[in-house]
């Protein structure tokens, strides 16, 4: 479990900190958690969230089990730099979703003097890496890979496998499209795929 730096940011320079993992991983739940605990010790937190993102709320993050914190939705990354002035701590949910200007954004904000608190699905319902989160990972200072439980056997998950037949990369969804698997049962359901698109 991530444990804050105990040294104020104003003594030092900033850093960005990543969460990432599947869906219903606690991604956003343990987002929030971090931006409550420096609002408790009296820091200026700004939130945001990209403008597409409206599945419980339009100005709200929300995680899977109903923890909430106001945000900002904005439309491209640059967004968020224009609006973090003053701020101590920045937070962003649904980062996959944002442009790969999100890396120099953070960067900057971090240059600053800022904590930047990034949260996202490191991989796209293929497997394959997803937007400016793999990047963020290797130029962060800190990285938080959390984990679901696979819904077929129980064990740790890290892919987000899409039931449905849509193909587009993004599709917002819940448990109605989307279920957490393991590596295992993830590959199972892509050969099972495989062998009914080949009949």
């Known amino acids: 479990m ?21 869906m219903f991983s606690g991604k956003t739940e343990e987002l929030i958690r971090r931006l409550r605990r420096a609002e ?13 993102e409206v599945r419980y709320s339009e100005d709200e ?15 491209t990354s640059r967004n968020i730099l224009l609006l973090s002035n003053n701020v101590d701590v920045v937070g962003i949910d649904e980062a996959q979703f944002f442009d790969i200007g999100l890396i120099e ?25 997803f937007g400016p989160i793999p990047a963020l990972m290797a130029t962060a200072e800190y990285v938080t890979k959390v984990h ?25 969804g819940e ?11 993830y590959q199972k359901e892509i050969q099972s795929s495989k062998q009914q698109d080949d009949k």
């Open 40 to 52: 408790y010790a009296k820091l200026n937190v700004e939130i945001y969230k990209p403008k597409m």
């Open 2 to 22: 991530f444990l804050e730096d105990t040294i104020k940011s104003s003594d030092k320079g900033g850093w960005i900190e990543v969460i990432c993992g599947s």
């Open 175 to 185: 448990t109605d499209i989307y279920e957490p698997l393991c590596r295992k049962c």
């Open 105 to 129: 954004v953070c960067n900057d904000l971090a240059n600053r003097g800022m904590r930047v608190i990034v949260a996202g699905l490191d991989t796209d319902f293929l497997g394959n890496p």
């Open 148 to 172: 679901a439980i696979c819904m077929r056997c129980g064990c740790l998950a890290n892919h987000s496998h899409r039931t449905s037949e849509e193909k587009k990369i993004v599709v917002l």
């Open 61 to 75: 993050v929300v995680s899977h089990d109903d923890t909430s914190i106001r945000s900002t939705p904005v439309e």
